[in-house]
């Protein structure tokens, strides 16, 4: 078989056969397709698509290419995950409260894609923790303390490693059928039994637009079911940051607010939101309403943020080890009135710009630096006020501050803001 000509096939929209699939996955997985043909594959799907049936195989192809992990049915393996947003600090706090409550959360997890920030990324700025883990090893600190968040290995969804770091910086990310396969891939590969989906829709997400974020809901979990994962998706906002903190430390930070009960309002209302589903969804608690009260039990005994501690520490981090933040720099309102609009995809962009994320393949990460948006949207505001600050040292500074300025829209009158969870 020829690469060029499955690629050629897909530019000019015909339906890919299973076996031209299962090459092109193999073949890029043990590195004898290079990443130049794997990314001109990569657009030539962003432009045509694939059907269902070609999603499946392709994400099927993708799971293969490494090993399958396997749990006992009890206590059940969980997950959830985002298909990626700005400010998105949800697993941090969630895979350890998760992990009080009688399941286990075997996460295997991305880096920044795009403008948006990666969890793994931002766990690396505790020093000392370990992402990268054997799936031996990453099976004992699950078996030890309930949780584990890693990132996909030789081993486990090797070809999402590749084509995840690929597509960051091939302009590849927003396609239904690429996110599908890379967020199913792994999470099949991890071996769990329930799997609820984050889907983002707005300024901040991949899906720009409601009826796309549906889209791909509808994708990830008719796929996931198809190869018997039993999916769900909860479409939610992403018009403006989740909580205030966007970066790597600063969301850590953000994320240890969480599960001392003191986190900002929507990141915890998301975080036990997704956790009570999973813990029904596990069949764990009989309705979501219970699911909710023994969540926040676990946060008020201070229980959750120990188990966070102790997944830490089987990483080889400390989080009470300092943290080292960028100086903090004020960004003021210019005229007066209501925060009408955000461009979050533009504050994960600045984010970028400060070295918070990649630019290209392998870039080094500045884990100081960040952005704390200080607005909601419909919030009244007077010119001069602070609506946010910057965590930058030295040129970069003014030039970030900038890109945040430009990220806001003012209305002279008030305006309904949206809801956090749209389907
Ligand atoms: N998260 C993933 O793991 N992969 C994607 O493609 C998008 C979000």
């Known amino acids: 078989m020829n690469v060029a000509q499955i690629i050629a ?34 657009m030539a799907v962003f432009f045509q698509g694939m059907s269902e049936s070609e999603t499946t195989t392709f ?57 948006t920030g990666g969890t793994l990324d931002k766990l690396e700025s505790i020093p000392g923790y370990r992402t990268e883990m054997s799936a031996d090893e990453f099976r004992s600190v699950v078996n030890f303390c309930g949780c584990s968040i890693v990132s996909a290995s030789e081993t486990l969804a090797p070809a999402d490693k590749r084509l995840y770091a690929l597509r960051d910086v091939t302009a590849t990310v927003p396609s239904i059928p690429l996110i599908t396969a890379s967020i199913l891939s792994k999470k099949i590969a991890a071996g769990n039994q329930a799997l609820v989906l984050d889907v983002k829709w707005g300024s901040g997400a991949f899906m720009k637009t409601l009826e796309q974020a549906r889209e791909l809901s509808r994708s990830l979990v008719s796929v996931g079911n198809r190869l018997g ?13 989740l909580g205030k903190m966007i970066g790597n430390a600063v969301e850590i930070d953000e994320s240890v607010q969480v599960l001392k009960g003191e986190g900002p309002a929507d990141v915890t209302e998301l975080t036990l939101e997704l956790a009570a589903r999973l813990l029904q969804q596990a069949g764990v608690c009989s309705s979501t309403d219970q699911a909710r009260t023994t969540l926040q039990e676990k946060i008020d005994s201070g229980e959750a943020y120990q188990r966070l501690v102790e997944m830490v520490n089987t990483h080889g981090g400390d989080l009470e080890e300092p943290r080292i933040l960028a100086n903090k720099q004020p960004v003021l309102a210019n005229e007066n009135g209501f925060l009408s ?59 970030a501050s900038q890109l945040v300025s430009a990220a806001v829209g003012v209305s002279p ?9 749209a389907d």
């Open 9 to 42: 096939e897909k530019r000019d929209g015909k339906p890919l056969a299973d076996d031209s699939l299962e090459f092109l996955v193999k073949g890029y997985a043990n590195g004898e397709v290079p990443d130049y043909q794997m990314a001109a594959f990569s």
């Open 59 to 115: 994400t099927r192809c993708m799971l293969e290419s490494g090993d399958q992990m396997k749990w006992p049915a009890n206590p059940p393996a969980v997950d959830k995950h985002s298909t990626g947003g700005i400010g998105d600090k949800v697993s941090i706090p969630l895979a350890p409260l998760l992990a009080c409550c009688g399941v286990v959360v075997p996460m295997i997890s991305g880096r920044g894609l795009g403008a």
């Open 229 to 241: 994962l039993k999916t769900t998706a909860v479409v939610t906002d992403m018009n403006q940051p």
């Open 341 to 399: 609009r955000v461009n979050a995809e533009r504050l994960g962009l600045a984010v970028i710009e400060m070295g918070g994320g990649r630019k290209k393949l392998g870039d080094p990460i500045d884990h100081s630096t960040g952005i704390e948006f200080l607005l909601k949207i419909g919030d009244p505001i007077e010119k001069g006020q602070p609506i946010a600050n910057v965590f930058c040292d030295g040129p970069k500074a003014e030039y």
């Open 413 to 421: 009158i008030a305006v309904d803001r949206l809801p956090l969870i």
